[in-house]
């Protein structure tokens, strides 16, 4: 595994916490080796991004400050270009453009994508590079285009994003939270055959025993 994101986060003053902590050998020891590098995407990190339909954005501001946005669409929107790209059509907003600005002087970006049923989350950071639907109107109409069907909302520019590193987070401290839709396709399974009901269950409970392994 990378240790990439190791090497982009953690800083003197959190290493000096982690040592005072005990927390240290499991994670800031892994800055003592050389940085493998950016990191690419595997099945799990595509799974996850490719079901969103919303997901957290944070950029830097000119005046140092994050700026955090919750970005929200069809499930797809946030699109897999290959194991080391993202990128999404930006749907026309306030026309404050502070991530658009922000981006055009400082192109770091980090993302949180959460899959509430399940209680997973991952982090993503990246470059990001904004590109105006002028400039390439064909990339933005394929971003457009999702499993189910055309983005309907205005879109103004593409924003394409290279990944740097990845980190997936504790699951403790998330709240299951069940969209209509979910709960629709749940019931669905439940009203099939003594079979299908099984399968749910055992594909649950294999779920859990790898989360404990």
Known sequence: MSNHYHHLVFGPSALARQRAKGSY???????????????ELDGREKVIIRAADQFYLSTVTETGWPYVQYRSGPAG?????????????????????VTAG??????????IVVD??????????????VVEGSADPALLERLRQVPGGTVESRCERSVVISVEAIDWNCTRSIIPRYDQDYVSRMGALYERDAAAREKVLLDR???????LE
């Open 102 to 111: 922000n981006l055009d002087a400082n192109d770091r970006v980090a993302l």
């Open 25 to 39: 050998t499991a994670y800031g020891a892994q800055t003592e080796r050389g940085d493998d590098g950016p990191e």
């Open 205 to 211: 409970i294999a779920e859990l025993e790898a989360r």
């Open 116 to 129: 509430y049923p399940r209680r997973q989350r991952v982090k993503i950071y990246g470059r990001a590079t």
């Open 77 to 97: 929107f946030l699109q897999v270009l290959d194991d080391h790209t993202l990128a999404f059509a930006d749907f026309a907003g306030n026309n404050q453009y």
